[in-house]
């Protein structure tokens, strides 16, 4: 019996999210007394997963194969998991993550559990927390099931580490009957990216247009941060989409979350709601915003932020 992680990665780098699942992984392998097993693909340094708790890891060279691809990753992880004889398999909740882990759990028949936000309560029957309602709730889900595929939420362990000696496999990229094939792949920034960052400032249509969202970016600057946008900021073409944050817009599970000029519609509540900690710039005092936030500012984004940038570089 083992625990198998799938970790992710972006131009042969470990990503966060990578990092994240290995920690989760590792707590429950440390409950049941089994090897935590990690499955990379063409990944050019696996070495920081001796520090993140792995016994075994899997580092699959897919050839001439370079982009993720759902149905050959399935065939090759599916392949390691019957191997090791895993019980428990666990993805993250990114774009490829929440691609992967259903068709996975079919795969290998398993019980798939979405949006995981704590380690389980119970092992027999397997028992675990997740949020439910676009994160308006939360509830206990039970499987009977011999074998369960996770996927974690953003942020919701966070990166812990353990030393390991963990062994180095390669794994056999497994080819399948998909004509599915990636030719290349189009980055909308080099930036910081949302799924990835630790802070995420956001600005909305309280900035009255383009040419002031320096802003924004001064500041992400300032914090290390991703920026982002509401829904009619990249409807009005001020931003790409890329940035569009929300229920219609890409998720954020950020640890700090920052609006500025953003009203607070429930779709981008809803899509934000995952942050640990949210503040909120509004000139606005009843804007909806403020009673989700944790910390809100009533105030002119245009004399607030300035002033925010200067104390926040006087720190550093």
């Not at 992984?25 to 708790?53: M, P, Q, Y």
Request: aromatic residues 8%; proline residues 3%.
């Amino acid at each position: 019996m083992s625990v198998v992680v799938y970790i992710e990665s972006q131009n042969g780098i470990i990503k966060k999210a990578g990092l994240e699942v290995a920690s989760y992984g590792r707590a429950i392998a440390n409950s049941t007394k089994t090897a935590l097993i990690a499955v990379t693909f063409n990944i050019e340094d696996t070495s920081i997963l001796n520090s993140h708790g792995a016994d075994k890891v899997y580092n699959i060279n897919t050839a001439e194969d370079s982009f993720f691809n759902v149905d050959r990753y399935c065939a090759s992880i599916v392949g390691i998991v019957e191997q090791e004889n895993a019980k428990v398999v666990v993805v993250s909740a990114s774009a490829d993550g929440r691609y992967l882990g259903p068709i996975l759990a079919v795969r290998a028949q398993a019980a798939y559990f979405s949006n995981v936000v704590a380690l389980p309560s119970s092992y027999e029957p397997f028992t675990v927390k997740r949020s439910c309602y676009t994160n308006k709730a939360f509830n206990e889900s039970v499987s009977e099931q011999g074998r369960v595929v996770v996927s974690l939420s953003s942020n919701a362990f966070g990166i812990v580490e353990q030393e390991t000696a963990a062994e180095q496999l390669t794994g056999d990229y497994i080819e399948s009957n998909s004509s599915l094939k990636v030719t290349s792949i189009d980055k909308a920034t080099d930036k910081i990216t949302i799924a990835d960052a630790d802070i995420v400032v956001s600005g909305g249509r309280g900035l009255k247009g383009p040419e002031n969202w320096h802003l924004i970016e001064d500041l992400a600057e300032v914090l290390g941060a991703a920026t982002a946008c509401s829904k009619p900021v990249s409807d009005l073409g001020w931003r790409p989409h890329s940035e569009h944050v929300g229920q219609t817009g890409k998720p954020v599970a950020s640890n700090l979350y920052i609006a500025i000029g953003v009203s607070g519609a429930i779709q981008h509540l809803a899509g934000i709601n995952s942050s640990k900690v949210k503040v909120v710039i509004n000139s606005d005092p009843e804007a909806p915003f403020f009673k989700a936030a944790d910390y809100g500012i009533v105030g002119d984004a245009f004399e607030v932020v300035p002033q925010l940038i200067e104390k926040l570089k006087a720190i550093q």
